[in-house]
């Protein structure tokens, strides 16, 4: 009798997995040379909204994960939204391609992520298969996707991104665990702004000024998020977690503050990895960048879908 209760469990274990599967599709699709991702569209076919998501810092791929951070995060979302009619193009970042494409970091640069992110838009655009395109980055990818709306969008969602220079983020994060470091990454950078290198730190902060990485750096930070969000002209949501510990939600509310056209969503225990954290202990918070079966924070998806479909 146990044998077959167990039998009859995984078939309906096995068609309820098929049940979910069916709520969406997933398209492997090639943008450009650089730029590869997933177009991932709902059951239904009447898809007007379309998110491209753009990835945070680091190697970051179109999921949301690095080598030893798999949380799943970006991937998690989309296929949530896909579940109620909202289509999302998420790729990886170029740097995924540079060993093909014999790309070195010291030949990489803050505007060509731009780039890669106004070429998946065209793509699309020229398609003309969606009537709103609506671009949503993440973390560093805010900055990225608000250069990219100021052109050819319909609407921009920061989701943890900065208000300030990352000069002046790194700093402080720099300052607030050794003021002695703080000292020299601020050094370094004015250095950096006026002659686009330095060799004016300490060694300790080698992964932040190493030469390779300085042209890349020196491109990033001639950018001012707080500014560039001033010049949308389109609806903006601006969301943020109490529980981020990478990027606060005071800053969250500084670029809401620059944009007249925006909406500000505070979750209450959201981490930067969308996940809900009902503990201050940063241990905890930090290992949940490596669990992907953590469910995502409650109320992200449907702040995220209350604001899309007001786009009509």
Known sequence: MKKSICFVLMIISSLFALAQDTTFTETELSVDEFTDGTLTLPAEKNNKYLIVFIQGSGPTDRNGNQPMLQNDGIKKIVRE??????????????????????????????????????????????????????????????????????????????????????????????????????????TAFDEMAENGKTSNYSPMLEPVFRPSVQPFMASWMKYNPSEEISKLKIPVLVMNGTSDIQVSEEQAQKLAEANENSELAILDQMNHIFRKIETKD????????????????????SILTEFVKELD
Do not use: W
């Open 81 to 186: 939204l896909a579940g109620i009619g909202i289509a999302s193009f998420r790729y990886d970042k170029r740097i995924f391609k540079a060993q093909t494409l014999q790309l070195s970091e010291k030949d990489m640069i803050f505007e060509d992520f731009v780039e890669d992110a106004k070429n998946v838009v065209k793509h699309f655009r020229k398609e003309e298969k969606f009537s709103n395109i609506i671009i949503a980055g993440h973390s560093e990818g805010s900055l990225i996707g608000m250069l990219v709306a100021q052109e050819n969008a319909d609407a921009f969602i920061s989701l943890a991104g900065a208000a300030d220079p990352i000069d002046k983020i790194i700093t402080e994060q720099v300052t607030n665990m050794a003021p002695e470091l703080g000292a020299s990454a601020r």
């Open 282 to 301: 940063r241990l905890v918070n930090s290992k949940s960048y490596n669990e992907p079966n953590l469910p995502l924070h409650p109320e992200l998806v």
